[in-house]
């Protein structure tokens, strides 16, 4: 398996909207989820979103509660791709967005854990989001 591979980051300003993709090494039944995370510089990568796949909660969704009403993520099952949708963006939303794929599952753990069920190879490289008045 090679790293999922992100897409979609740029500058927008305040209020305006972006859309990153994340496109995963296989299919998404290979995974037990997709997860969205950010990077700010100086800062620790914190979950943003993601969606459950293979589980008993397959198809559900999560965000963080900075993002709620605002971020949804989707999956386009023939493009084989994971999107978020980043609508009325503010300041604090700038970092590296992180797509990572989960490779087990636990009912105890959250697909927003960046530490949780994302091994280190199922990474991918990254796009930057920058939010700027």
């Known amino acids: 398996q090679s790293r999922p591979v992100e897409s979609g980051g740029g500058t927008v300003q305040p209020g305006e909207s972006l859309r990153v993709a994340c496109t995963p090494s296989g299919f998404f039944g290979d995974y037990f989820a997709i997860g969205w995370f950010r990077q700010a510089p100086g800062k620790e990568r914190e979950g943003v979103a993601c969606i459950r796949f293979r589980s008993q909660e397959r198809g559900q969704t999560y965000y963080s509660e900075s993002v709620k009403g605002r971020f949804t993520i989707s999956k386009d099952d023939d493009k084989n791709t994971v999107y978020l949708q980043m609508n009325s963006l503010k300041l604090e939303n700038s970092g590296t967005y992180y797509c990572?794929?989960?490779?087990?599952?636990?009912?105890?753990?959250?697909?927003?854990?960046?530490?949780?069920?994302?091994?280190?190879?199922?990474w991918g490289q990254g796009t930057q989001v920058t939010v700027s008045s």
């Open positions: 990572a794929a989960a490779t087990w599952y636990s009912s105890q753990v959250s697909c927003l854990d960046d530490g949780g069920s994302y091994e280190q190879d199922y």
